[in-house]
Nanobody
C-alpha cells in the first residue's frame, strides 16, 4: 500500500510560479511511474504530467508543456511539479498518482493523494 500526500498549493497571481510536492509513505516509489492530474470545478479530471520510475523523462499535456516540469527524488520518496508562467485556467485541485505503468490515463494509476488546491488569480 502507498499513501500519497500533496503539498505546495496556494493562491498565486497570473505569471507566477508554484512548486507542488508529493510525499509517499508505506512503500518506496522507486519502481512506480508517477503522475500529476488536475480537476477544475465542473470539469473532468485531466492529465497534467507523468514520469517513469527511472526519472529520465517527463511527459506532459499540451496545455502545460514548456511551463511545467515534473521530477522525482526516489531517495526522498517524493515527486515534484514545478509550475511556471501560471494562467487562470491552471486553477484546479492537483492530484498525485502512482502506478506500475505510466501514461496519460487515470485508470493506469492505483494510488492517489487527496489533492492540493492551486488558484491562479489577480
Amino acid at each position: 500500500q502507498v499513501q500519497l500526500v500533496e503539498s505546495g498549493g496556494g493562491l498565486v497571481q497570473p505569471g507566477g510560479s508554484l512548486r507542488l510536492s508529493c510525499a509517499a509513505s508505506g512503500r518506496t516509489l522507486s519502481r512506480y511511474s508517477m503522475a500529476w492530474f488536475r480537476q477544475a470545478p465542473g470539469k473532468e479530471r485531466e492529465y497534467v504530467a507523468s514520469i517513469r520510475w527511472s526519472g529520465d523523462r517527463g511527459d506532459y499535456a499540451h496545455s502545460v508543456k514548456g511551463r511545467f516540469t515534473i521530477s522525482r527524488d526516489n531517495a526522498k520518496n517524493t515527486v515534484y511539479l514545478q509550475m511556471n508562467s501560471l494562467k487562470p485556467e491552471d486553477t484546479a485541485v492537483y492530484y498525485c498518482a502512482a502506478g506500475e505503468n505510466g501514461g496519460p490515463l487515470a485508470g493506469l494509476y492505483r494510488y492517489w493523494g487527496q489533492g492540493t488546491q492551486v488558484t491562479v488569480s489577480s
